[in-house]
Each structure stands twice: as structure tokens, then as C-alpha cells.
Nanobody, 128 residues
């Protein structure tokens, strides 16, 4: 059982930066690959970024590649999403998720149904 809590969202202007954090509690070993997804009303959940258990592999959606960076601090049981040069189209509720499966391919980690635990989300709003 793992609880995930996101923080760091807010209202910013286009071009600004935010760093989201996802703190894990419960069984918070480094056994979980972690992902970030975002969702807007009426749309399906969209993959943003993912990171392997060791942090050695990262994946990004094309829409955020070069602007966002995912990282993790396993000693703190926390995963981060550094978001730079934010755009209005980045506006969404951002969720972190944990995947206990050992397969860490982009196909697996970009698919929401493959994840076992989800946070409640944090709102990111980017104004023009």
C-alpha cells in the first residue's frame, strides 16, 4: 500500500517555471517506477514523463521534452517534475503514479492502466 501526495502546483504566467513534488508514504522503497500524467476536463489522462526505479531511465511526452525534467530522490521517497517555459496548454491537473511492475519500457510507463497507485493531483494553471 502506497500513498502519493502531489504538491507545488499553482497559477503562473507563460514562460514561468514550477517544480512539482510527489511524496510517497507507506511502502516507499525504490521498487516503483514513477510517472507523471496530466488531465483536463473531458479529456483522457495524458502521459507526461516517467522515471525508472533507479532513476537511470527517463521518458517524456513529445509535448514536454526539452522543457520538463523528471527526477527522483529515493532517500526521500519523492519524485519531482521540474517544469520550465510553461505554456497555457500545460494547464491541467497533474498526477503522479507508482508502478510496481519490473518492465520499464516506454510502452508500459506511458500507459495509465499499468500503474498501481495514484496521487490526488495538483492543479497547474498557466495564463497567457
Amino acid at each position: 500500500q502506497v500513498q502519493l501526495v502531489e504538491s507545488g502546483g499553482g497559477l503562473v504566467q507563460a514562460g514561468d517555471s514550477l517544480r512539482l513534488s510527489c511524496a510517497a508514504s507507506g511502502r516507499t522503497s525504490s521498487r516503483y517506477a514513477m510517472g507523471w500524467f496530466r488531465q483536463t476536463p473531458g479529456k483522457e489522462r495524458e502521459f507526461v514523463a516517467a522515471i525508472s526505479r533507479s532513476g537511470g531511465l527517463t521518458y517524456y511526452a513529445d509535448s514536454v521534452k526539452g522543457r520538463f525534467t523528471i527526477s527522483r530522490d529515493n532517500a526521500k521517497n519523492t519524485v519531482y517534475l521540474q517544469m520550465n517555459r510553461l505554456k497555457p496548454e500545460d494547464t491541467a491537473v497533474y498526477h503522479c503514479a507508482a508502478d510496481v511492475r519490473p518492465l520499464e519500457t516506454i510502452v508500459v510507463l506511458s500507459t495509465p492502466r499499468m500503474y498501481d497507485y495514484w496521487g490526488q493531483g495538483t492543479q497547474v494553471t498557466v495564463s497567457s
